[in-house]
């Protein structure tokens, strides 16, 4: 590289939301032609650092620099002007725009003095810029909708290079990518990297880290706590700079005996999301799953809860057998579902808090044709104390409890169902430390009286709070079964992020 200053630098970068650091004084520098991976556990900080590079959310305090120049941004049209370009990993095509239209959407080529398109021209335009940059043929008239994940994103990332970026970061590209697709999307990479383009790689895989970067760092708690260099990217090494310290309860374990086997799932599969998923579960236990995004583990909630299509396999639930063919089909066999964005699938916001939590046991209050008020405020004012639900009141509007209020209601409206199989889907989200310890004590009672309790989170102190024992899934795939009082976070995230057992003990 010479004297030429690191393509991209960033010093003491620090962003708070609501008094509440997100990140706090983070360095890095990336060099061209580098592949800079950027790890961490999630809420370390990657998020917020690639939207502070984006231009989406300025930093309170720190500087950029871009080839030694002071950069300041405000939005992501100048960020991609100065040469920034970020290609998130939710894919922001739409599917019903044609690959042409999609790559030179907003540049379109128009006959002179009219609003009306050139087609023909953005075809030829199309198919000389995937020639050009990936030598890829694919049909510019063919909608977005009907091309491969990977192929959608190949799309993005060549509409992302015709404005020229010296800086591109990757957030999480190959999470949703078959393995041979990930295979082609390194070629890219390379071909990239080889253009001098400075690259930012955002990923929970390991062995993807190790394939591809030079440099990498490591965030934990919005702090840049670990820099390494190529030859000493091994997983024990990064696995322990993103873990730090080991767990601390925040409620005590009860100790249960397992009852009968209740469930049985054999051989379940969904096309592109899991494959052959086989465990059991018996009463009173309580059974983590997880994996990084693209796992699959979320799909796998979701399926026995009716909520997948395409699914095939063996599910049995006491005497009842079959996949559940609908949410309605697996409520009538005693399924309980908690969704992670309670707000658009959990509670109805505008209602009162009564009456979500009433939803699922309308049938049990009713009284002479209709529902028993009386009844009603006793059963919901029993779930309150279990829960200790905050509100001005059972007729106050969910909308104005707090999230970890709003959690607990989706919880409540299930208790009064007798529910033998409970389904929760990263159940303390955006709850604050004394709602996790409540929804904590409300799951280990459940088990106590007999509930079986599938739990997925990506957080592993809680699995190792909650769960017996823990199923790993990578990229579809179940990968290892842990007890989950005998393992370590290190553990986990290494079979997780795709490097295997850990090859030696992390102190």
């Known amino acids: 590289m010479g004297n030429n200053p690191p393509r991209l630098q960033l010093h003491n970068i620090s962003k708070a939301f609501n008094g509440i650091p997100a990140l706090q004084s983070v360095s890095l520098s990336v060099n061209a032609g580098e592949v800079h991976g950027l790890i961490g556990h999630n809420g370390a900080g990657k998020s917020t650092l690639t939207k502070v590079l984006g231009g989406i959310h300025a930093a309170d305090h720190g500087s950029i620099e871009l080839d030694g120049k002071p950069l300041a941004l405000s939005s992501p049209a100048q960020a991609l002007k100065r040469g920034i370009a970020i290609v998130h990993q939710e894919r922001l095509l739409a599917g019903t725009l044609t690959v042409a239209e999609a790559l030179l959407l907003g540049d379109e080529p128009r006959v002179a003095g009219t609003p009306f398109l050139q087609r023909r021209k953005m075809r030829q335009q199309a198919e000389q810029l995937l020639q050009q940059h990936f030598g890829l043929q694919l049909n510019p008239q063919a909608l977005i909708a009907t091309l491969s994940v990977a192929e959608q994103q190949l799309v993005q990332i060549c509409r992302v290079l015709r404005s020229s970026p010296r800086v591109m970061v990757l957030d999480e ?13 390194f070629r890219v990479i390379e071909h990239l990297r080889q253009q001098g383009i400075a690259l930012i790689y955002v990923s929970h895989y390991l ?11 490591v965030l934990r708690d919005g702090k840049d706590v670990a820099h390494f260099t190529a030859p000493h990217l091994h997983p024990t090494a990064l696995i322990r700079a993103m873990v730090g310290d080991e767990r601390h309860d925040i409620v005590p374990r009860t100790l249960r005996r397992p009852g009968d086997r209740v469930l049985e799932v054999e051989k379940l599969s969904a096309a592109g999301r899991f494959r052959n998923v086989s465990f059991h579960g018996r009463q009173g236990e309580i059974i983590g799953i997880t994996g990084l995004l693209g796992s699959g583990g979320k799909a796998l909630i979701r399926a026995l809860f009716g909520l997948e299509t395409g699914v095939s396999g063996h599910v049995r639930l006491g005497e009842n057998t079959g996949i559940p063919s609908s949410p309605h089909a697996a409520v009538k066999r005693g399924i309980a579902f908690v969704p992670e964005d309670r707000r658009a699938n959990g509670i109805a916001l505008d209602t009162s808090l009564r009456e979500n939590i009433t939803l699922t046991t309308v049938r049990r209050l009713l009284r002479w044709g209709g529902v028993s008020r009386q009844a009603e405020s006793k059963l ?28 607990k209601t989706v919880l409540a409206k299930w208790l009064n169902t007798g529910a033998r199989l409970y389904l929760l889907d990263e159940p303390t989200v955006g709850v604050d430390i004394a709602a996790k310890a409540a929804i904590y004590h409300t799951l280990q009672r459940l088990a106590d009286e007999g509930a079986l309790i599938l739990v ?21 795939d179940q990968v290892v079964t842990l007890a989950a009082q005998q393992t370590s976070h290190q553990e986990i995230l290494s079979w997780a992020s795709g490097t295997g057992p850990l090859t030696e003990k992390v102190i």
Not at 460 to 468: F, K, P, R, V
């Open 207 to 217: 062995d993807e880290i190790q394939a591809l970067c030079q440099h990498v760092t």
């Open 173 to 185: 590209p190959t999470a949703a990518l078959a393995r041979h697709e990930v295979q082609a999307l």
């Open 380 to 407: 919901v004012a029993k779930n309150i104390e279990q829960l200790a639900i905050r509100s001005p009141g059972q007729l106050a509007p969910v909308r104005q409890l707090s999230g970890g209020n709003q959690q």
């Open 456 to 476: 997925f989170s990506t957080d592993l102190l809680e699995l190792q709070t909650l769960a017996d024992r823990i199923i790993v899934l990578a990229r579809g």
